[in-house]
């Protein structure tokens, strides 16, 4: 590997390692502040600076595209069921007990969260590895899915599913948004498709947790 690509691998692992004690540090004091400031450690330790050191600077100019050939329309299609059965299976059971406060906390935190972890693990790793596709596809996959184990140790929080839902449901998903932006090129379509899954999914996180109270 080159040497920016084996920088961009040491700063995914070591984020990682960070979030392990940052999460469960933050959350034993709040499990619900605590929450929220681990996601704003993420962005800040992880997100944001692969975003400006590797996305932004190895953009072939199609990482934010919203076109698509004739014959990769199909792909909208698919994200759009994916969506649509996380909403089946997450959000739809749950509706009785959401709030609209858990909603605008859910928007707010799903715009941030899924445009920058998709510019940051799909659009910086495609990036960096574009002489390496196979590589990055993979490191990318694993880091990714990876990074939600810290939040599986998040004291006082429930998850739909518990803890293996949790990162097994990343994985899933990151699997498919990662084929499909290493297949077009671009995050856009996978962002909005994150984006979306995040307001069901932080919706019934944060009515379950009492977040918004």
Known sequence: M???????TIHAVLAIAALFAIVSWLTAWDSRAGY???MTAYWLLFCLPVIGLYALPNNDGRLF??????????IIAILLAQVGIVAIVNF???TTMLTSGGMWLALLIALIN???EEIAWRGGFLGT???????????????FSAWHLPLA???GVVFEGGAMALVGGAAGLGLL???????TGSVFYVALAHMLTNIFAFWVLFDRNGFAA
């Open 2 to 8: 080159s040497r920016q690509q084996w920088f961009l």
């Open 153 to 155: 140790f998040s004291a």
């Open 92 to 94: 739809a059971p749950n």
């Open 36 to 38: 929220l400031f681990s």
């Open 129 to 143: 590895f574009r002489d390496r596709p196979r590589l990055g596809f993979w490191l990318s996959w694993v880091l």
């Open 177 to 183: 948004w990662s084929w499909i932006a290493w297949r």
């Open 65 to 74: 595209s919203e076109k698509l050939p004739w014959r990769d329309w199909w």
């Open 114 to 116: 899924g445009p920058l």
